[in-house]
């Protein structure tokens, strides 16, 4: 049986997700989680709710999930020295970097893997596994086929949302929230801007473009359980204690009794909270119109009533009966030995040495004494079995058994708060590298029109998409940054056609890509969606073979000049910049029909900014910010951070435009554009 993990946003939540039947409860922890916006817990607030599970058997994932500064970095190993003593069960994290401190620091501690490291094929949980992680969180956007294949074959545990909140982005490539209002997503204070309204062009009716309904997939338990996933996770941080209450109750409810839920469980689900309803599009493969939604008001008189009767089950003091035990009770005359195992400790021991006098009426009975001992109700214990050798004719009273009881479980129950113990080690010494000196520009394009116009003007690395760079020699070939196992075969026969027409390296902009660009036998350049944020990510991703880096366009240029750089590493410093890819194709709303092949899209927000809403491979989509980033008359900064290439990146630019900002970039002369642009995050940075 998979198990449950349901989201803790304080203590309170913590006791709502336990006392509901959480398996295993996730929850934030400082400043480096996802949901820096939530309460999240002091350390004695910790320390207490990883005890407090412990006790009950129920399991601890700390979100470690953030992108983390060289200048967090002794921060962050504060916190996960902590964490390791205190016996949290797992962190969950993000950052490449984060993991090998933790891999090298604190080696008993179990890692699983982020849904924020955008892992959605078999190389990249096999690439996870590489890495250390013991758990895989898979994106939302994961079908059923691809979960059984990639459970089935990977070597590691897999997890799966199946309740919440759906971004309409896959998790860990979203800087929409970054880009246009410094709150990141990557670090944990994304302001949720996919929320709201936007016009297509042409139309004058707003729409909630970027707004999927929330995911129940409450009557797909078996099949997810029949594919193997190891643990079934709701969405809800942010969300009120009873909100976690009532839906791990259901789903909780729904694995043990294997059974799809009634049309009143479905409706109390409705009403806790949905956006227009539900959907379960990724997982059934069937994306469409269907899948978006917003947020549906309830009037408070139909869920005050399931939010007040969840508050009861789970109140200060309440305690579900979740933890068998086995009770050995001895008695004669010369006093009495209660012995109480529950499988997983050494089990405790109580002695009551007291002489225990004959009955002058009514001796004890097994049945009496059972009666007392099995009376747990206060305490996580129930009773599995019960063992009594009791002499004849004792006068038992039943004060003297349920104060030897009490004194029994409280032992055992301190017993099993008990935190592992575990090692520490001190992060090994890093190497330093001498700074590059800036050899040049490279760029991406979108079409050959595009990479001619460079040729032709002296430019002579140009990246292209995968299906370009394969009908054009002289190419380096793009990955699509998403692609499923089923379109592999696909990708392999085109990277093989690049190889033939002299290609010798590959952008690679997943963590999966890895795995496929060696066997390949390209060169791996490491795009922007690897998140490389830091000075040890950079050490990874050379370990894993990389030979060039983009960095995080997410940093200022002062906290990129900090990173040791130990492979040559790119800064994109033109380009509109990539602010979402998705599954679910947005174009194709506008149109009914998809116009993968008919032109941009545009996307208008409220304050009269255009987004350019670009197809990707695979029927997927990409959007752009609305103004290039430019550093074209900056010459004097972003060469000297250390970076061995200016990386220009082409999208809707004729090819004119494209030779235009080449030649102002070799130039440092300044660009302009109609919509203006954009220093982008290099100067502001992010909260």
Same mark, same amino acid.
């Given at each position: 049986?998979?198990?449950?993990?349901?989201?803790?946003?304080?203590?309170?939540?913590?006791?709502?997700?336990?006392?509901?039947?959480?398996?295993?409860?996730?929850?934030?922890?400082?400043?480096?989680?996802?949901?820096?916006?939530?309460?999240?817990?002091?350390?004695? !607030?910790?320390?207490?709710?990883?005890?407090?599970?412990? !006790?009950?058997?129920?399991?601890?994932?700390?979100?470690?999930?953030?992108?983390?500064?060289?200048? !967090?970095?002794?921060?962050?190993?504060?916190?996960?020295?902590?964490?390791?003593?205190?016996?949290?069960?797992?962190?969950?994290?993000?950052?490449?970097?984060?993991?090998?401190?933790?891999?090298?620091?604190? %080696?008993?501690? =179990?890692?699983?893997?982020?849904?924020?490291?955008?892992?959605? $094929?078999?190389?990249?949980?096999?690439?996870?596994?590489?890495?250390?992680?013991?758990?895989?969180?898979?994106?939302?956007?994961?079908?059923?086929?691809?979960?059984?294949?990639?459970?089935?074959?990977?070597?590691?545990?897999?997890?799966?949302?199946?309740?919440?909140?759906?971004?309409?982005?896959?998790?860990?490539?979203?800087?929409?929230?970054?880009?246009?209002?410094?709150?990141?997503?990557?670090?944990?204070?994304?302001?949720? =801007?996919?929320?709201?309204? /936007?016009?297509?062009?042409?139309?004058?009716?707003?729409?909630?473009?970027?707004?999927?309904?929330?995911?129940?997939?409450?009557?797909?338990?078996?099949?997810?359980?029949?594919?193997?996933?190891?643990?079934?996770?709701? !969405?809800?941080?942010?969300?009120?204690?009873?909100?976690?209450?009532?839906?791990?109750?259901?789903?909780?409810?729904?694995?043990?009794?294997?059974?799809?839920?009634?049309?009143?469980?479905?409706?109390?689900?409705?009403?806790?909270?949905?956006?227009?309803?539900?959907?379960?599009? /990724?997982?059934?493969?069937?994306?469409?119109?269907?899948?978006?939604?917003?947020?549906?008001?309830?009037?408070?008189?139909? @869920?005050?009533?399931?939010?007040?009767?969840?508050?009861?089950?789970?109140?200060?003091?309440?305690?579900?009966?979740?933890?068998?035990?086995? &009770?050995?009770?001895?008695?004669?005359?010369?006093?009495?030995?209660?012995?109480? &195992?529950?499988?997983?400790?050494?089990?405790?021991?109580?002695?009551?040495?007291?002489?225990?006098?004959?009955?002058?009426?009514?001796?004890?009975?097994?049945?009496?004494?059972?009666?007392?001992?099995?009376? $747990?109700?206060?305490?996580?214990?129930?009773?599995?079995?019960?063992?009594?050798?009791?002499?004849?004719?004792?006068?038992?009273?039943?004060?003297?058994?349920?104060?030897?009881?009490?004194?029994?479980?409280?032992?055992?129950?301190?017993?099993?708060?008990?935190?592992?113990?575990?090692? &520490?080690?001190?992060?090994?010494? #890093?190497?330093?590298?001498?700074?590059? %000196?800036?050899?040049?520009?490279?760029? $991406?394009?979108?079409?050959?029109?595009?990479?001619?116009?460079?040729?032709?003007?002296?430019?002579?690395?140009?990246?292209?998409?995968?299906?370009?760079?394969?009908?054009? %020699?002289?190419?380096?070939?793009?990955?699509?940054?998403?692609?499923?196992?089923?379109?592999?075969?696909?990708?392999?026969?085109?990277?093989?056609?690049? #190889?033939?027409?002299?290609?010798?390296?590959?952008?690679?902009?997943?963590?999966?890509?890895? =795995?496929?660009?060696?066997?390949?036998?390209?060169?791996?350049?490491?795009?922007?969606?690897?998140?490389?944020?830091?000075?040890?990510?950079?050490?990874?991703?050379?370990?894993?073979?990389?030979?060039?880096? *983009?960095?995080?366009?997410?940093?200022?240029?002062?906290?990129?000049?900090?990173?040791?750089?130990?492979?040559?590493?790119?800064?994109?410093?033109?380009?509109?910049?990539?602010?979402?890819?998705?599954?679910?194709?947005?174009?194709?709303?506008?149109?009914?029909?998809?116009?993968?092949?008919?032109?941009?899209?545009?996307?208008?927000? #409220?304050?009269?900014?255009?987004?350019?809403?670009?197809?990707?491979?695979?029927?997927?989509?990409?959007?752009?910010?609305?103004?290039?980033?430019?550093?074209?008359?900056?010459?004097?900064? /972003?060469?000297?951070?250390? @970076?061995?290439?200016?990386?220009?990146?082409? *999208? *809707?630019?004729?090819?004119?435009?494209?030779?235009?900002?080449?030649?102002?970039?070799?130039?440092?002369?300044?660009? $302009?554009?109609?919509?203006?642009?954009?220093?982008?995050?290099? /100067?502001?940075?992010?909260?």
């Amino acid at each position: 049986m998979p198990e449950f993990l349901a989201p803790a946003g304080s203590m309170e939540g913590v006791r709502a997700a336990v006392q509901s039947g959480a398996d295993a409860v996730y929850l934030g922890f400082g400043t480096f989680n996802a949901r820096r916006g939530a309460k999240n817990f002091s350390r004695q !607030e910790m320390a207490d709710a990883i005890r407090y599970c412990r !006790e009950r058997g129920v399991k601890t994932n700390v979100t470690f999930n953030i992108l983390a500064l060289d200048r !967090e970095r002794e921060d962050a190993m504060r916190d996960i020295r902590f964490l390791n003593d205190a016996g949290a069960d797992a962190l969950i994290v993000q950052d490449l970097g984060v993991a090998r401190l933790i891999r090298e620091c604190a %080696p008993d501690l =179990p890692l699983h893997a982020s849904t924020q490291m955008t892992i959605h $094929t078999l190389d990249g949980a096999q690439m996870a596994k590489e890495l250390g992680f013991s758990r895989v969180v898979l994106s939302r956007e994961c079908t059923l086929e691809q979960i059984k294949m990639i459970t089935a074959q990977a070597g590691i545990e897999t997890e799966v949302f199946v309740h919440g909140a759906l971004c309409m982005c896959y998790s860990g490539q979203c800087y929409l929230s970054a880009v246009i209002g410094q709150r990141s997503g990557n670090r944990g204070l994304c302001a949720q =801007p996919c929320r709201l309204p /936007y016009t297509y062009d042409g139309q004058k009716r707003e729409t909630y473009a970027l707004s999927l309904k929330d995911l129940c997939l409450a009557g797909w338990l078996q099949p997810l359980v029949e594919a193997g996933v190891a643990s079934f996770k709701i !969405e809800g941080r942010m969300k009120r204690p009873e909100y976690a209450a009532i839906v791990t109750e259901i789903y909780a409810r729904l694995l043990r009794e294997k059974r799809r839920p009634t049309r009143e469980e479905a409706d109390i689900l409705r009403r806790v909270f949905s956006r227009d309803g539900f959907t379960d599009g /990724y997982l059934t493969g069937k994306t469409g119109d269907a899948m978006f939604g917003t947020k549906t008001d309830i009037p408070l008189h139909e @869920v005050k009533p399931l939010y007040d009767q969840a508050a009861q089950r789970f109140a200060e003091g309440r305690e579900a009966p979740r933890v068998p035990v086995t &009770w050995s009770f001895k008695a004669d005359e010369t006093g009495l030995l209660l012995n109480v &195992w529950d499988g997983e400790t050494d089990g405790v021991t109580v002695l009551d040495t007291q002489p225990v006098e004959a009955a002058r009426n009514r001796p004890a009975t097994e049945e009496s004494v059972r009666k007392s001992l099995e009376k $747990t109700g206060g305490t996580p214990f129930f009773a599995k079995e019960t063992h009594i050798q009791l002499a004849d004719g004792l006068m038992l009273p039943a004060a003297r058994l349920n104060a030897l009881r009490r004194e029994a479980l409280e032992k055992l129950l301190h017993q099993r708060g008990q935190a592992p113990k575990r090692r &520490w080690q001190e992060p090994m010494p #890093r190497m330093y590298h001498e700074k590059k %000196p800036f050899s040049g520009f490279l760029a $991406t394009v979108t079409t050959w029109e595009q990479a001619r116009a460079l040729q032709e003007s002296g430019l002579e690395t140009i990246y292209a998409p995968l299906e370009c760079a394969a009908q054009h %020699p002289g190419l380096q070939p793009i990955l699509p940054r998403v692609f499923r196992d089923d379109e592999q075969e696909k990708i392999e026969e085109l990277l093989q056609i690049c #190889r033939e027409n002299g290609a010798t390296r590959a952008l690679a902009g997943n963590l999966g890509h890895i =795995p496929l660009l060696r066997r390949m036998g390209l060169a791996i350049d490491g795009d922007f969606g690897l998140n490389a944020y830091n000075s040890v990510a950079l050490q990874t991703l050379a370990d894993l073979g990389v030979q060039r880096q *983009t960095l995080s366009f997410e940093a200022r240029l002062a906290q990129l000049r900090d990173l040791d750089k130990p492979l040559d590493t790119m800064l994109i410093v033109y380009g509109y910049l990539p602010l979402m890819v998705f599954e679910n194709c947005a174009i194709r709303r506008k149109t009914g029909q998809c116009s993968c092949k008919k032109g941009i899209t545009h996307l208008t927000d #409220r304050q009269g900014k255009r987004f350019a809403l670009l197809p990707a491979f695979g029927c997927r989509n990409e959007l752009l910010n609305s103004q290039p980033l430019s550093l074209s008359d900056k010459t004097g900064e /972003y060469r000297t951070v250390g @970076v061995s290439y200016g990386m220009l990146r082409f *999208t *809707t630019e004729t090819p004119a435009r494209c030779a235009a900002v080449y030649q102002a970039f070799q130039e440092g002369a300044s660009i $302009t554009a109609s919509e203006g642009v954009t220093r982008g995050l290099y /100067y502001r940075g992010v909260e």
